[in-house]
């Protein structure tokens, strides 16, 4: 009979998940029932986001890891730092929010990533990966300091150890010599397994405390001998490190002075408990090598690990994607088709992504041009250093990036392409309000650090159609280009049957009225047409605008318009800091076009939250219904003066 407190095995049947509210309960289960946890955490999951959407493939090969780490570490005393943070629905189980989980993703409910603000136990806020490790070793920095003795563990995942501030974390952590555990969990995807079940037998051995305590008596007894004992501790030493060495794939690690455990079988949840048993008793860094397997427990996602990664509404039965009715496609789809249009017929053109060939819609660039596809893994900043060495080199470059993920190299658009003039196209994805995944990851800063680089053109396409012409205009260009464009389904539009350069920096009049100017930028311009529409309804005629380009603006036409009407509302899907409607403003002021009133419509100065596309845009105006309520605003005031203070814009 279990003596553990808490635990009846003749109580009713009922859900062991059901019965963890927190890690304190978790500790409570008998070892031999924690499979059995991991299962109904596993279904758990994937019923859940078969209704949200989210990441499923990550968050079902960690259930095992994270059950055995909360198993095994006293959180939140102990601090866990989720690298990325799509791994981590199995973390918010079994830490208080199993009543919530329903609401994943959903506006004003869980975050899809660990957030600070919603729990204690995320120590950390994550989104963009490779971060852990550096994370972890301030926080055991700090612990130091205040001479605390807490344990700080970094669980990062395989594809995140690709991008160089992993190691710049793991160099600095070997030299600061912290007490620090980072869980390497490797599920094949990047780092090629060296599996065994030697190697799990020789690392969880080595760490049990009777050897721990062994190898440090024989260190000392070796080092007592006189005039020889301190080279047979090196022999030894060397000795112990080359027969690991031989069974695993840890010299890197030990080599930036980490002590390297594993691989462990990561799916093995009394193999995973023994070691971090071991290991919590261990001192200076360690790295522990876990074993996973990516959509663990859901036949479709092992199958398919990429197609499950992140994705929306599914059959749980079947695996299948509830598709949306509509044939539009989307954004991501039109740009991939273009480019591999533009690529037949320029031998010159490369495409480079940041581990994202399926998100960015560079699939059949891949399989048709393969010697002119480049993945580089989860390095922004070698991608864009890389994309200005092929255009040095007389290529064309085109570097596909998400918007909030191109904000990580921004020295590197800076000083290696726009420095030197060089034609890279950066092609920014999901850019705009972007949803579900959250403050992390919308593309609300990239008109604002961006737009004011040098020798950069920065624009934007009203729909799907302008949106090809747009990419010949980029590759065409003999300058570094910027290209944005929203996450989702287009227009609807017909496609021209020719594709034709958009003139640099010319905006085009959609809609034209005397009341007032609308300025309206990419996904903003039909919500704009649709207010202009309304509008007219209620007596009042808007002038309508596309801007195109943010730099260079369309100056002879804006100021034009500006004394015409001398009522102006900007909108965009991005931070009103530094963004368009600041350089509208910024060109009133450079012209001395005084007697004009300007709204901006945008961001405030917030990070937003999550929420489908449409209820954010709802939220902050950006819908038709948002920008009708802003321009009967303006036009309740009294005109100002249609004049011009100097300057002559016929």
């Not at 479709?300 to 990664?309: Q, R």
Request: a neutral charge; proline letters at 6%; glycine letters at 10%.
């Amino acid at each position: 009979m279990d003596n553990r407190q808490g635990y009846r095995p003749d109580a009713p049947v009922r859900r062991l998940l059901d019965t963890i509210n927190n890690p304190q309960e978790l500790k409570k289960l008998p070892p031999e029932l924690l499979p059995q946890l991991a299962q109904e955490i596993r279904e758990k999951i994937i019923s859940t986001v078969a209704k949200t959407g989210g990441h499923l493939a990550p968050s079902l090969g960690v259930v095992d890891l994270s059950i055995a780490l909360h198993y095994v570490f006293d959180c939140p005393r102990d601090k866990i730092v989720w690298d990325v943070g799509h791994q981590a629905y199995a973390h918010k189980l079994l830490t208080g929010r199993q009543d919530r989980f329903h609401t994943l993703r959903q506006h004003g409910g869980l975050s899809g990533f660990p957030k600070r603000g919603e729990s204690c136990y995320d120590a950390f806020d994550t989104g963009h990966s490779s971060t852990s490790i550096s994370a972890a070793l301030g926080i055991a920095s700090a612990r130091c300091l205040k001479k605390e003795r807490h344990k700080v563990i970094a669980v990062i995942g395989d594809g995140s150890m690709t991008a160089g501030i992993a190691f710049e974390g793991l160099n600095n952590a070997g030299d600061l010599n912290k007490d620090l555990i980072v869980v390497l969990n490797d599920n094949g995807m990047s780092i090629a397994p060296n599996v065994g079940a030697m190697s799990s037998f020789v690392s969880r051995k080595l760490t049990r405390p009777t050897m721990v305590f062994l190898k440090k008596q024989v260190e000392n007894l070796l080092r007592s001998l006189p005039a020889i004992g301190e080279d047979l501790v090196t022999w030894a030493k060397r000795s112990e490190e080359s027969f690991k060495a031989f069974f695993t794939p840890g010299m890197l690690f030990e080599a930036l002075k980490f002590t390297y455990l594993g691989p462990v079988n990561g799916h093995r949840l009394d193999h995973l408990v023994e070691t971090f048993n071991n290991v919590k008793n261990l001192k200076g860094p360690i790295l522990v090598h876990v074993l996973t397997t990516k959509g663990k427990g859901y036949e479709p996602a092992e199958t398919d690990p990429t197609g499950f990664h992140g994705l929306g509404k599914f059959d749980p039965d079947t695996g299948e994607a509830k598709k949306s009715v509509s044939e539009v496609p989307s954004y991501t789809q039109v740009f991939g088709e273009t480019l591999v249009r533009l690529a037949r017929q320029d031998p010159k053109i490369v495409a480079i992504t940041a581990a994202m060939p399926d998100g960015t819609g560079l699939v059949d660039f891949r399989q048709e041009f393969p010697t002119r596809f480049f993945d580089v893994g989860i390095c922004e900043q070698h991608a864009v250093t890389f994309a200005g060495g092929l255009a040095v080199e007389g290529m064309r470059p085109v570097a596909v990036i998400y918007s909030t993920f191109l904000q990580r190299a921004y020295d590197q658009v800076l000083h290696d392409v726009c420095l030197q003039k060089l034609p890279v196209v950066f092609a920014l994805d999901r850019a705009g309000i972007v949803g579900e995944d959250g403050e992390t990851h919308q593309g609300l800063f990239d008109l604002s650090y961006l737009r004011h680089l040098p020798n950069l053109v920065l624009m934007a396409p009203k729909d799907e159609n302008e949106l090809r012409d747009m990419l010949f205009t980029a590759v065409e260009h003999p300058g570094p280009v910027a290209l944005r464009y929203p996450r989702g389904r287009g227009q609807g539009v017909a496609f021209s049957s020719t594709l034709k350069q958009v003139p640099i920096g010319k905006a085009e009049v959609l809609r034209e009225g005397k009341d007032l100017l609308i300025l309206a930028l990419g996904a903003s311009v039909y919500p704009a047409l649709e207010a202009a529409g309304e509008l007219e309804k209620q007596g009042f005629s808007a002038t309508v605008v596309n801007p195109r380009f943010i730099k260079p603006l369309d100056e002879h036409l804006i100021l034009n318009l500006a004394a015409q009407h001398g009522r102006i509302l900007t909108v965009e899907e991005n931070v009103l800091a530094g963004g368009f409607g600041s350089a509208v403003l910024e060109l009133l002021a450079d012209r001395d076009l005084f007697g004009v009133t300007v709204k901006r419509l945008g961001i405030p100065d917030i990070f937003v939250e999550h929420g489908t596309q449409g209820v954010l845009r709802k939220k902050y105006d950006l819908d038709a219904a948002g920008i009708l309520k802003h321009a009967l605003t303006i036009l309740s005031q009294p005109a100002q003066p249609k004049k011009v203070v100097w300057g002559n814009f016929n």
